[in-house]
Protein backbone atom coordinates (compact mmCIF):
# COMPACT_ATOMS: atom_id res chain seq x y z
CA UNK A 1 0.00 0.00 0.00
CA UNK A 2 1.51 3.70 -0.73
CA UNK A 3 1.85 6.15 1.75
CA UNK A 4 -0.99 8.27 0.10
CA UNK A 5 -3.52 5.17 0.31
CA UNK A 6 -2.17 4.59 3.72
CA UNK A 7 -2.45 8.35 5.08
CA UNK A 8 -6.06 8.38 3.69
CA UNK A 9 -7.33 4.84 5.49
CA UNK A 10 -5.92 6.34 8.70
CA UNK A 11 -7.45 9.84 8.73
CA UNK A 12 -10.57 7.88 7.91
CA UNK A 13 -10.19 5.91 10.94
CA UNK A 14 -9.23 8.98 12.56
CA UNK A 15 -12.84 10.46 11.44
CA UNK A 16 -14.75 7.01 12.24
CA UNK A 17 -12.90 7.14 15.90
CA UNK A 18 -13.77 10.85 16.99
CA UNK A 19 -17.89 10.18 14.86
CA UNK A 20 -18.84 6.89 16.53
CA UNK A 21 -20.85 7.05 19.79
CA UNK A 22 -19.91 6.60 23.30
CA UNK A 23 -20.37 3.21 24.82
CA UNK A 24 -23.00 3.21 27.53
CA UNK A 25 -21.90 2.71 30.60
CA UNK A 26 -23.75 0.27 33.01
CA UNK A 27 -26.66 1.23 34.70
CA UNK A 28 -25.51 1.51 38.72
CA UNK A 29 -27.58 -0.87 41.15
CA UNK A 30 -30.35 0.82 42.78
CA UNK A 31 -29.29 0.68 46.54
CA UNK A 32 -29.73 -2.00 48.78
CA UNK A 33 -32.88 -0.89 51.55
CA UNK A 34 -31.73 -1.32 54.98
CA UNK A 35 -33.17 -3.79 56.69
CA UNK A 36 -36.84 -2.01 58.88
CA UNK A 37 -36.42 -2.84 62.63
CA UNK A 38 -39.90 -3.47 64.66
CA UNK A 39 -40.77 -1.97 67.23
CA UNK A 40 -43.17 -4.97 68.43
CA UNK A 41 -39.84 -6.32 70.67
CA UNK A 42 -39.81 -3.28 72.58
CA UNK A 43 -43.26 -2.89 72.79
CA UNK A 44 -43.54 -6.00 74.26
CA UNK A 45 -40.98 -5.82 77.10
CA UNK A 46 -42.65 -2.39 77.94
CA UNK A 47 -46.07 -4.03 78.69
CA UNK A 48 -44.81 -6.53 80.36
CA UNK A 49 -42.69 -4.20 82.50
CA UNK A 50 -45.98 -2.47 83.33
CA UNK A 51 -47.44 -5.90 83.92
CA UNK A 52 -44.92 -6.72 86.69
CA UNK A 53 -45.07 -3.17 88.05
CA UNK A 54 -49.11 -4.28 88.61
CA UNK A 55 -49.99 -1.28 85.84
CA UNK A 56 -52.40 -3.52 83.76
CA UNK A 57 -54.29 -1.30 82.21
CA UNK A 58 -51.34 0.73 80.95
CA UNK A 59 -49.71 -2.16 79.66
CA UNK A 60 -53.11 -3.56 77.75
CA UNK A 61 -53.56 0.48 76.57
CA UNK A 62 -49.71 -0.26 74.76
CA UNK A 63 -50.26 -3.36 73.33
CA UNK A 64 -53.62 -2.04 72.07
CA UNK A 65 -52.43 0.61 70.37
CA UNK A 66 -49.66 -1.09 69.02
CA UNK A 67 -52.31 -4.04 67.58
CA UNK A 68 -54.86 -0.77 65.56
CA UNK A 69 -51.47 0.38 64.09
CA UNK A 70 -50.32 -3.32 63.06
CA UNK A 71 -53.75 -4.72 61.32
CA UNK A 72 -53.40 -7.95 59.62
CA UNK A 73 -49.33 -8.41 60.63
CA UNK A 74 -48.14 -10.61 62.91
CA UNK A 75 -46.94 -8.76 65.59
CA UNK A 76 -50.58 -7.05 65.79
CA UNK A 77 -51.64 -10.46 66.16
CA UNK A 78 -49.07 -11.29 69.20
CA UNK A 79 -50.25 -7.84 70.71
CA UNK A 80 -53.97 -9.41 70.59
CA UNK A 81 -52.57 -12.56 72.29
CA UNK A 82 -50.58 -10.89 75.06
CA UNK A 83 -53.12 -8.73 75.87
CA UNK A 84 -55.47 -11.76 76.49
CA UNK A 85 -52.62 -13.13 78.20
CA UNK A 86 -52.61 -10.18 80.73
CA UNK A 87 -55.75 -10.21 81.59
CA UNK A 88 -55.80 -13.76 82.39
CA UNK A 89 -53.10 -13.13 84.44
CA UNK A 90 -54.96 -13.89 88.07
CA UNK A 91 -52.95 -10.71 89.26
CA UNK A 92 -54.89 -8.74 87.62
CA UNK A 93 -57.84 -8.66 89.67
CA UNK A 94 -59.95 -6.11 88.13
CA UNK A 95 -60.64 -7.90 84.77
CA UNK A 96 -63.84 -10.31 85.08
CA UNK A 97 -63.83 -13.96 83.98
CA UNK A 98 -66.08 -12.83 81.27
CA UNK A 99 -63.64 -10.17 79.78
CA UNK A 100 -60.79 -12.84 80.02
CA UNK A 101 -62.82 -15.09 78.13
CA UNK A 102 -63.99 -12.04 75.19
CA UNK A 103 -60.57 -11.34 74.69
CA UNK A 104 -59.47 -15.14 73.95
CA UNK A 105 -62.66 -15.02 71.89
CA UNK A 106 -61.11 -11.97 69.77
CA UNK A 107 -58.24 -13.88 69.13
CA UNK A 108 -59.30 -17.39 68.66
CA UNK A 109 -61.92 -15.93 65.91
CA UNK A 110 -58.99 -15.35 63.22
CA UNK A 111 -58.88 -19.28 63.16
CA UNK A 112 -56.18 -21.87 63.01
CA UNK A 113 -53.89 -19.79 61.14
CA UNK A 114 -53.22 -17.67 64.25
CA UNK A 115 -49.79 -17.82 65.44
CA UNK A 116 -50.81 -18.74 69.11
CA UNK A 117 -53.82 -20.35 67.94
CA UNK A 118 -53.34 -23.81 70.02
CA UNK A 119 -51.90 -21.67 73.10
CA UNK A 120 -55.03 -19.18 72.84
CA UNK A 121 -57.26 -22.46 73.04
CA UNK A 122 -55.47 -24.43 75.89
CA UNK A 123 -55.67 -20.99 78.36
CA UNK A 124 -59.32 -20.94 77.74
CA UNK A 125 -59.70 -23.70 78.63
CA UNK A 126 -57.68 -23.01 81.71
CA UNK A 127 -59.47 -19.75 82.33
CA UNK A 128 -62.50 -21.89 82.48
CA UNK A 129 -61.20 -24.58 84.87
CA UNK A 130 -60.45 -22.32 87.49
CA UNK A 131 -63.83 -20.05 86.97
CA UNK A 132 -65.65 -23.61 87.44
CA UNK A 133 -62.92 -24.37 90.58
CA UNK A 134 -63.69 -20.95 92.38
CA UNK A 135 -67.47 -21.07 91.87
CA UNK A 136 -67.34 -24.93 93.50
CA UNK A 137 -65.22 -23.47 95.94
CA UNK A 138 -67.29 -20.75 97.14
CA UNK A 139 -70.65 -23.10 96.95
CA UNK A 140 -69.13 -25.72 99.14
CA UNK A 141 -68.21 -22.24 101.67
CA UNK A 142 -71.57 -21.36 101.67
CA UNK A 143 -73.17 -24.69 102.21
CA UNK A 144 -70.35 -25.02 105.48
CA UNK A 145 -71.52 -21.69 106.96
CA UNK A 146 -75.53 -22.34 106.30
CA UNK A 147 -74.45 -25.87 108.36
CA UNK A 148 -72.19 -23.97 110.61
CA UNK A 149 -75.17 -21.15 111.13
CA UNK A 150 -77.94 -23.98 111.26
CA UNK A 151 -76.27 -25.54 114.12
CA UNK A 152 -75.34 -21.88 116.01
CA UNK A 153 -79.09 -21.76 115.59
CA UNK A 154 -79.83 -25.28 117.28
CA UNK A 155 -77.67 -24.85 120.00
CA UNK A 156 -79.49 -21.08 121.02
CA UNK A 157 -82.51 -22.81 120.78
CA UNK A 158 -81.25 -25.50 123.19
CA UNK A 159 -79.79 -23.06 125.00
CA UNK A 160 -83.12 -21.20 125.75
CA UNK A 161 -85.44 -23.85 126.18
CA UNK A 162 -82.53 -25.36 128.85
CA UNK A 163 -82.89 -21.40 130.72
CA UNK A 164 -86.44 -21.58 130.67
CA UNK A 165 -86.95 -25.48 132.16
CA UNK A 166 -84.44 -24.13 134.73
CA UNK A 167 -86.48 -21.09 135.62
CA UNK A 168 -89.55 -23.00 135.48
CA UNK A 169 -87.92 -25.53 138.49
CA UNK A 170 -86.85 -22.93 140.27
CA UNK A 171 -90.72 -21.83 140.47
CA UNK A 172 -91.68 -25.00 141.34
CA UNK A 173 -88.80 -24.94 144.07
CA UNK A 174 -89.46 -22.25 145.73
CA UNK A 175 -93.69 -23.51 145.87
CA UNK A 176 -92.57 -26.42 147.25
CA UNK A 177 -90.39 -25.35 150.08
CA UNK A 178 -92.57 -24.26 153.22
CA UNK A 179 -92.38 -20.72 154.02
CA UNK A 180 -90.99 -19.84 156.93
CA UNK A 181 -94.06 -19.04 159.31
CA UNK A 182 -95.08 -22.28 158.42
CA UNK A 183 -92.38 -24.52 159.37
CA UNK A 184 -92.75 -22.76 163.25
CA UNK A 185 -93.63 -25.17 165.49
CA UNK A 186 -96.99 -24.87 166.93
CA UNK A 187 -97.64 -23.06 170.35
CA UNK A 188 -97.72 -25.45 173.18
CA UNK A 189 -101.32 -26.36 174.95
CA UNK A 190 -102.25 -23.59 178.06
CA UNK A 191 -102.23 -24.69 181.64
CA UNK A 192 -105.18 -24.65 183.18
CA UNK A 193 -103.16 -24.21 186.44
CA UNK A 194 -104.12 -27.51 188.08
CA UNK A 195 -101.07 -29.83 189.51
CA UNK A 196 -101.78 -32.97 187.89
CA UNK A 197 -100.86 -35.95 190.87
CA UNK A 198 -98.32 -38.08 190.28
CA UNK A 199 -99.56 -41.40 189.71
CA UNK A 200 -99.99 -44.49 192.61
CA UNK A 201 -97.17 -45.91 193.72
CA UNK A 202 -94.99 -42.74 193.83
Request: with cysteine.
Amino acid sequence: MSRGRLARVSALLVVLACTSAPVPMPPAPPPTPLPQISPWPGILVRAQRLAEDGRYAEADQVLAEFAVEHPGTHEGAEADFWRAMLKADPGNADVTVREQLAALDTYLAGGPEMPRYIEAQILRRLVETVDSTRSLVVAVRAAADARVDAKNDEVKRLSDELEKTVAELERIRRRLIPRADERKPPPPAADTGRARKPPPGR
